[in-house]
């Protein structure tokens, strides 16, 4: 679904992707994982359009995608969430997923004027649907609460909540975990498990949890210093004695 061909990423002189080729096959949930500073979420920003490469290419379905910038590549289903979540602190949860579907009535001025009607139906679906994917989430009794008052796993899954709010093919999650408590944990790779066999969402995730990645993710792809290391199931990265190497190194 998506081939990734010697991409590069400098700043200055400094290669945080130095030459990365990769692929992600259309129905995986693949992990992406590494010691810090190994480039991960570097490659993510060049992927989801929010940094141009320094060179190299980005190819979706056949499809040269690289340096498209991160709506036209959500038109095309391509999807991410934030290391940092990106919510409005200040709207409900309802409203944050609400936001999400670009290319409504409402946006155009003149459609107010005219077609109120049709902005009123476009309303009511919305809500339908960011109600459904509340209840999805099994986070329906947050619906009310503001954003800001979410703790950080709720706010991951929220996140996920976006994704979901549109035609999503594939989903790129950067450390969607991290700093999540147990239980929110296995609430969040059963939606994303749910959303890969139920909806056919291709994922690509950043993980450090390697109980988490080897529950979810296969194949496991490494990377370190800006390089794919390793490709395999969570059994071969874990006995792969450069994998071990790069990682005791930091
Ligand atoms: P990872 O997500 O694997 O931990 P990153 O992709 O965030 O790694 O970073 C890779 C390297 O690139 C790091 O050494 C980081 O300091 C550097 N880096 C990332 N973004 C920038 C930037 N905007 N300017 C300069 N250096 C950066
Ligand atoms: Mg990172």
């Not at 998506?2 to 693949?30: C, K, M, Q, Y």
């Amino acid at each position: 679904m998506i081939r990734v061909e010697n991409l590069h990423r400098h700043f200055g002189g400094f290669r945080a992707v130095d030459g990365a080729t990769l692929e992600i096959a259309p129905g995986s949930i693949t992990g992406l994982v590494g010691p810090n500073g190994a480039g991960k979420s570097t490659l993510f920003n060049v992927i989801a359009g929010a940094l141009p490469p320094t060179s190299g290419r980005v190819i979706m379905d056949g499809e040269d995608i690289t340096g498209l910038p991160p709506h036209e590549l959500f038109k095309k289903g391509l999807l991410r969430t934030f290391q940092i979540a990106h919510e409005f602190s200040s709207m409900t949860c309802r409203e944050n997923l609400m936001m999400v579907p670009s290319g409504q009535a409402g946006e155009k001025l003149w459609n107010t004027w005219f077609n109120r009607k049709q902005i009123r139906d476009e309303e009511a679906a919305l809500l339908t649907k960011a109600d459904e994917v509340l209840d999805f989430l099994t986070i329906s009794h947050l619906k009310d609460e503001k954003a800001g008052n979410l703790s950080g796993g709720q706010k991951k899954l929220l996140e996920l909540g976006r994704t979901m709010m549109v035609e999503a093919k594939i989903v790129f999650l950067d450390e969607v975990g991290a700093g999540v408590n147990r239980t929110l944990l296995n609430t969040i790779g059963d939606a994303i498990q749910r959303l890969n066999k139920e909806r056919g969402y291709t994922f690509c995730m950043i993980e450090h949890d390697m109980e988490f990645i080897g529950r979810l993710c296969d194949p496991v792809i490494v990377m370190a210093e800006g390089k794919v290391l390793a490709e395999g199931t969570i059994e071969d990265i874990k006995s792969n004695e450069q994998v071990i190497e790069a990682y005791l190194g930091t």
